[in-house]
């Protein structure tokens, strides 16, 4: 018996434990679901002197009391087993599967109590509360577990609410943001609901100018300085989409915001008081040019001081002791430019290789007018002067030629009929009305052509004998300088009168003149569908769609001039057809010609 106790001591390893029931199963099991399960831990066996000093006398019957209620006859120590001390007696608790497993082992070692059951050692007992101990431990850390929300799982009804009230909260907020910018809106700007011009005339009115709006004092006294410095800029030319630029965007507001959200399809939004959208620097050609090509005038607000530049007056100013008026915060920005569908000069805005013409046009008792159109891709103006019968001939052939996108007169000196043809001969034109305080006089129109420096250096006068000779000529038709004059007014409100007339590229127009060529009326240019198909006034199925395979932009515009105004000698039309074979007959010229011809910009 002592042989076999002594084979308990020490630690039992889990090597040398029987494998329980569902190991091998475990040990199948991916180490991942293995890691969740507890290892059993190795069991110490507890057993001191006294109890190896009972072990070694004599066997003796003896009884094991269960509890120290009992009254049981005290025994020597060598006669008595092993007993348990009343200190630790403790009611007797079911096995574990551990207490289960080494049962056999100890089987020999235990003792029979009153009622001749066997019962197992206090060391045993005593693992068995420890071993209850640690499953009470890890249920609890498991109800824990269970009980904390999930890193990536679902949150917890009441993480849950939160977030529902948090949620809530900011959507109320965003209601009361909305409602109060709109009635922001409807006092601050409520000179956009029914907008009046300049002169507070409304929509209604004959004369209304739509270039301009009406703004009274008391709202631009409560708008902050951004908004003031927009508005006083949008108020003169109201008719225009303006892009104005902040820092690296340019953004369109209200009115202007309105039209690129629904006609552009950019997003809109109302961050600030006003309604915005915002498009990159880089991108303005694109946005631009698809706005002008659909009948839309584009003004160019630009920055005209950095941060740093305004620091620096800033500064500036604070050092010195002049005292001066509370100056703005807002950096400093002025129109720089306004693009029209006319007067496109930007190669990246121009929709083909063809001419843009602007029209500016007089008339006079009689069907008689005095005519100015300039093509503002090359800067070449054409001055003419036409009087025309009942039929309109000459100025139908004008404009069919030409087929200017904008016209500009004085409001009111143009007969029905002649608006009546512009508006039958071309697709939605822009009809621009100068008010009759605008246009200039005779003596305005050779001032600013003398002292404006468009023929003469700055700080120098330009004397008439230096003006084009073909102005000078012109000079005695007065119909035809006020067409001028009214031609230099427009670009000078687009800020590209010095560009285009300082290039001296003036030239007389008169459709009668060409002992070369055919004359082709706008009758016969319509009914033949040279220029413009008769079903929707496009150029599909037109003489020139099907010809012009021209590779350059001055290549077209030449095989325009050639279709309208076909040549008439046959000298002229043989040579013409013998250079066509020469070509044909040496395609390695022709290769080398387009190639060299192709990636030219546009010259004239």
């Known amino acids: 018996w002592m042989s076999r106790q002594t084979s308990l001591l020490g630690f039992v390893s889990r090597s040398a434990q029987p494998k329980r029931k569902g190991d091998e199963e475990l040990e199948d099991q ?6 969740r399960v507890a290892p059993t831990k190795r069991v110490a066996l507890d057993i001191s002197d006294d109890d190896f000093a009972g072990a070694a006398a004599p066997k003796a019957k003896s009884t094991v009391t269960k509890s120290p209620a009992k009254a049981t006859p005290k025994k020597a120590p060598a006669k008595s087993a092993v007993t348990k001390s009343p200190a630790k007696s403790t009611p007797k608790k079911t096995l574990t599967r551990k207490a289960k497993n080494v049962k056999s082992m100890a089987e020999e070692g235990s003792s029979e109590n009153e009622d001749g059951e066997n019962e197992a050692p206090d060391w045993m007992d005593e693992e068995d ?5 640690n499953d009470n431990d890890d249920q609890v850390e ?5 009980s904390k929300p999930r890193k990536r799982g679902m949150l917890s009804s009441t993480s849950t609410k939160k977030v529902e009230m948090k949620h809530t909260e900011k959507e109320r907020e965003k209601r009361k943001r909305e409602e109060k910018r709109k009635e922001l809106r409807k006092t601050k700007f409520a000179f956009l609901e029914n907008p009046l011009d300049e002169q507070k005339r409304p929509q209604t009115d004959p004369h209304y100018d739509p270039r301009t709006l009406h703004i009274p004092r008391s709202s631009l006294l409560s708008m902050t300085d951004f908004e003031r410095q ?5 108020r003169k030319c109201f008719d225009t989409i303006v892009f104005f630029k902040k820092g690296k965007f340019f953004e369109l507001f209200e009115t202007d915001a309105q039209v690129g959200h629904e006609v552009l399809g950019l997003k809109i939004t109302d961050r600030v008081n006003m309604k915005m959208v915002g498009i990159p ?11 002008v090509n659909l009948g839309y005038k584009i003004a160019k607000v630009e920055q005209t001081e950095t941060p740093i530049m305004k620091k620096k007056q800033t500064d500036a100013k604070k050092q010195s002791k002049v005292k001066e008026a509370e100056e703005s915060k807002v950096l400093h920005r002025e ?31 009689g069907r008689t007018f005095g005519i100015c159109f300039i093509d503002t891709s090359v800067g070449e103006f054409n001055l003419g002067y036409i009087e025309d019968d009942d039929q309109y001939t000459h100025l139908r052939t ?5 087929r200017p996108k904008e016209i500009v007169f004085e409001k009111g000196t143009l007969q029905n009929k002649t608006l009546k043809l512009f508006k039958d001969q071309l697709s939605s034109p822009i009809m621009n009305q100068m008010n009759s305080n605008e246009v200039w006089s005779m003596d305005t129109i050779r001032d600013n052509l003398t002292y404006q420096n468009y023929f003469a250096p700055e700080d120098e006068e330009a004397e008439f004998d230096s003006w084009p000779e073909v102005l000078k000529d012109s000079w005695s038709k007065g119909l035809t300088i006020s067409a001028l004059g009214l031609t230099i007014l427009y670009l000078k409100e687009l800020k590209l009168d010095k560009e285009l007339v300082s290039q001296r590229n003036f030239k007389t127009y008169d459709p009668l003149i060409s002992p070369n060529h055919l004359i082709l009326d706008g009758k016969a240019l319509s009914n033949l569908e040279i220029l413009e198909n008769t079903t929707n006034l496009g150029t599909e199925g037109t003489l ?5 395979k021209c590779l350059t932009p001055f290549g077209s515009r030449m095989m325009r001039r050639w279709v309208c105004t076909p040549l008439r000698k046959i000298s002229d039309i043989n040579d013409r057809l013998d250079a066509v074979d020469d070509l044909l007959g040496n395609p390695s010229v022709v290769e080398m010609i387009t190639s060299t011809l192709k990636p030219l910009p546009d010259l004239e």
């Open 398 to 402: 004008l404009i069919v030629r030409t």
């Open 335 to 365: 129109l720089s430019k306004i693009i029209t569908p006319g007067t496109v000069v930007d190669e990246g805005m121009l929709r083909d290789h063809h001419s843009n013409y602007l029209l500016s046009i007089t008339e006079s008792a």
């Open 230 to 234: 927009y508005w006083e800029i949008k």
């Open 129 to 133: 509360d420890d071993d209850n101990d």
């Open 30 to 35: 991916p180490a991942a679901k293995r890691a």
């Open 544 to 548: 020139l769609k099907a010809i012009d």
């Open 281 to 291: 620097v880089s991108h303005f050609d694109f946005w631009a040019g698809k706005l």
């Open 142 to 146: 498991e109800e824990e577990k269970e």
